[in-house]
């Protein structure tokens, strides 16, 4: 048989098959038509279950060959045992590719081995492409694909964003991103599961080319075919970033990953020398993750140097913004003189001015004022790469809101990258968010925005002809 | 003159004179009046100023020499070059205490620091103790006092808390914390500004000796008189713990201190080697700050052991766990064959069980169940010290809602302590809030939960005879 690499039967399908669809709320047969009815699929749904008639107003049929219409791809949940019947009967119709969300496969031992080898050469066989099993699903925004087990926030609700797309094994990854920055959004998301068929390098292979993405984030605990992998990653890291987060840095973690995917998780050192060949950076935690997707998201431009200008209210916090620079081989700009001398003109003649610029040394300097002219000094300075501002965004202090003043600034287009950290309520997160989706990233920590940059400015050389 | 070594003129005053009072929102001298009132200050308030009658409906008198009261509190905001004056006429007042607000001493050169020299010689010459100059003030809940040159959420609106105070150099740390968590609140807060008098050798004596106090986070640039300050906190961590945010660990982070407040930092490494003698817990940054402040004065009760179980939705999830687990010197639990028993028994005949343990193997398993089992088989298990959950909170996943099940234990008194971390929406963050305030707390990453075990671990360490 054919192999179709189309991956567009799973990212854009025409016609879906949910089989073990459910009219039971809370049912994984139910979540999954309802996932898809609640993004208003636009393709044509047929839900399969040979004891039911109908669910959420829509007409079940009793086996995927009853169905009077080709079927691009198969959804199915349905106990393990079964999945190689279901596979038959799909091959039966022609299905094109099938996304087995079932799990007791590979992941619990050798009866599940058997089991999964018998349904990849069903697949084989006949030409099907699998995602899983052990898989909660694809999501493709814009096609108004919501193609999951599990409840997840509509594509409605959810922004397209800058194109940053998911490979992962496990979709707690970008349903944490989801739900930390349904703002900042994503076009495409897939959870690998046991990777039967279907691995990371199909996708890379596919979102490399997808000019939609332009950010991959890459969850990984096992990486198939480390050749192609690492061939694939370094074609794509020329023109976009690929972040990746790996288990298995330890003993413990290799041990963890072993046991509830019986994969092996290989050396580490290994994996992060080859990241790095290859320029894919590495984050550590969750936090780092979404950090660096939103820096290489969103920061716009990316710093062409590593010398910071911070602009701060605090100098105790600016301190640690320095220590941060050292930390993350960054530095604390060397401020030319015409910055000084115009800086000098907004600030009491007391004031000391260098670099972190502490604008609030007299609670009398108008907080806007000197912030607009101070960045715009910046911007100006041959001497700085980038600007680092420690602020109060809280309905509580007014004279300290610069949104309109960065919002102005981001929609004549920034000079030079700007980040934020600071102190903020429910208004000013509001406004960090706004500020993010225009190239003003924001951060919970000043460390973490300088870390931030740190890897803006490591892309930005891997860019550099 | 007698130097009173009482600082309640600060923490209670009966009266507070606010020398430099404003009628015009947004300057400093109507923020500080406006602070008092909004918070409700149970004592007597005269704001000073010859030029105006009144400010927020109060009788504004021309000088402090012309209030027919004592007054325990003068809070200064002028003109730098004014305050020797003002302190002459508070000493001919017989005032106690001082906040001297204004900026412009010693942070900014020899002119400064021969102002603020003057000002000192005046206070101890008659007896008057010194928050600042250069500082924002003075919080103590308690006593309905915000002291502040800076909009501050009202009292009302702020938690006590479980006792944390903050001794700082600069507002920006507890304001972090503030914003960060209103519900966990706060008890008592002073911004030390350029600490003439008062440093925080004299606040952590205070609040050492405080009841009302049972953590305290110091932020530090430098230490005045080092071997009284390891006395103090070395006797004030065998009952409450101390965590330190210090600045200045880099050559950048010296300087950046240097310049900004005049003084220097002193070697880090001492520092650290120091902290740790005298068992003060040190964190890097803002993120780390408020997660051990929040462990150390929440988590409930400490672990006694490093063998934490790990329950998860995700393997993959779990994974980092296991990694930050040795990354911290915490162990991986190895359960008794009772708790592998028991959770066999709530999952499918194929699924896995070994820690981490996941939960979520099938989609039939009603999790609320399945955790409610597991803790308490984990509870019951000597092999476990501590317990992690990562889960999903959000509207959207009513079937992995525990926070029932959690709030119920809570209620109970938890065996054994209890981090969280995973997906959450608004909903899920709100319950995140009611369970740290209920000993079971909360982390942004799988990585800080368990690094903040780790310091909890330490601190039991450190605590055990």
Redesign the interface.
């Known amino acids: 048989m054919n192999k179709p690499d189309n991956l567009n039967y799973l990212l854009c399908p025409r016609s879906i098959a949910v089989i073990g669809a459910s009219s039971t709320p809370?049912?994984?047969g139910y979540t999954i038509v309802n996932n898809l009815v609640q993004s208003h699929y636009p393709g044509r749904l047929y839900p399969i279950n040979p004891n039911i008639r109908e669910t959420l107003g829509i007409r079940v049929y009793p086996s995927i060959t009853a169905v009077p219409d080709d079927i691009d791809l198969a959804m199915i949940?349905v106990q393990?045992k079964s999945v190689p019947d279901i596979m038959k009967r799909c091959a039966t119709k022609k299905v094109k590719a099938a996304i087995i969300?079932s799990?007791?496969f590979s992941?619990?031992?050798e009866?599940?081995k058997r089991l999964e080898s018998e349904i990849l050469k069903i697949a084989q066989e006949n030409g099907i492409r699998i995602i899983g099993p052990n898989t909660q699903g694809i999501v493709n925004t814009a096609a108004n694909l919501l193609a999951l087990?599990?409840?997840?926030?509509t594509v409605k609700s959810l922004s397209r964003g800058r194109g940053i797309a998911f490979i992962?094994?496990?979709?707690?990854?970008y349903?944490?991103w989801v739900?930390r920055h349904p703002e900042l959004g994503l076009t495409k998301a897939v959870d690998l599961g046991n990777m039967s068929d279907l691995n990371h390098n199909d996708f890379l292979q596919n979102f490399g080319d997808d000019p939609e993405t332009r950010v991959i984030a890459l969850?990984i605990?096992e990486v198939h075919d480390g050749t192609r992998f690492l061939a694939l990653a370094g074609g794509i890291t020329k023109t976009k970033p690929i972040i990746a987060?790996k288990?298995?840095?330890?003993?413990?973690?290799v041990?963890?990953?072993a046991?509830?995917?019986g994969s092996l998780?290989g050396n580490d050192t290994v994996y992060d020398t080859a990241f790095k060949q290859v320029g894919i950076i590495r984050a550590?935690?969750?936090?780092e993750l979404v950090d660096f997707i939103k820096t290489l998201s969103y920061l716009s431009p990316l710093p062409s140097g590593n010398r910071v200008a911070i602009i701060t209210?605090?100098?105790?916090?600016?301190?640690?913004?320095?220590?941060?620079?050292?930390?993350y081989s960054m530095?604390?700009a060397q401020l030319s003189q015409s910055t000084i001398k115009r800086i000098r003109e907004i600030l009491?003649a007391?004031?000391?001015i260098?670099n972190?610029i502490?604008l609030f040394?007299?609670?009398?300097v108008d907080q806007k004022m000197a912030h607009a002219v101070a960045i715009e000094a910046l911007f100006a300075d041959p001497n700085v790469d980038a600007i680092m501002i420690i602020t109060?965004m809280?309905a509580?202090?007014e004279?300290f809101d610069i949104f309109d003043i960065l919002m102005a600034l981001a929609k004549q287009g920034l000079g030079k990258p700007i980040v934020i950290s600071?102190?903020?309520?429910e208004m000013?997160s509001k406004q960090w968010s706004i500020l993010e989706a225009n190239g003003i990233t924001t951060y919970?920590?000043?460390?973490?925005a300088i870390k931030s940059l740190a890897i803006a400015y490591s892309r930005y050389r891997y860019l550099k002809p």
Do not use: K
């Open positions: 809370g049912r994984v949940a393990p969300h799990a007791g992941e619990v031992g009866e599940g087990s599990l409840n997840f926030p992962c094994q496990t979709g707690y990854f349903w944490d739900f969850q605990e987060l288990a298995g840095r330890t003993q413990s973690g041990r963890a990953i046991s509830h995917s998780a550590h935690d969750m936090d209210f605090s100098g105790a916090a600016a301190a640690l913004a320095a220590d941060a620079c050292e930390e530095q604390v009491p007391w004031a000391t260098s972190p502490d040394q007299s609670p009398e109060l809280t509580l202090h004279p600071g102190v903020r309520d000013g919970s920590s000043i460390r973490r």
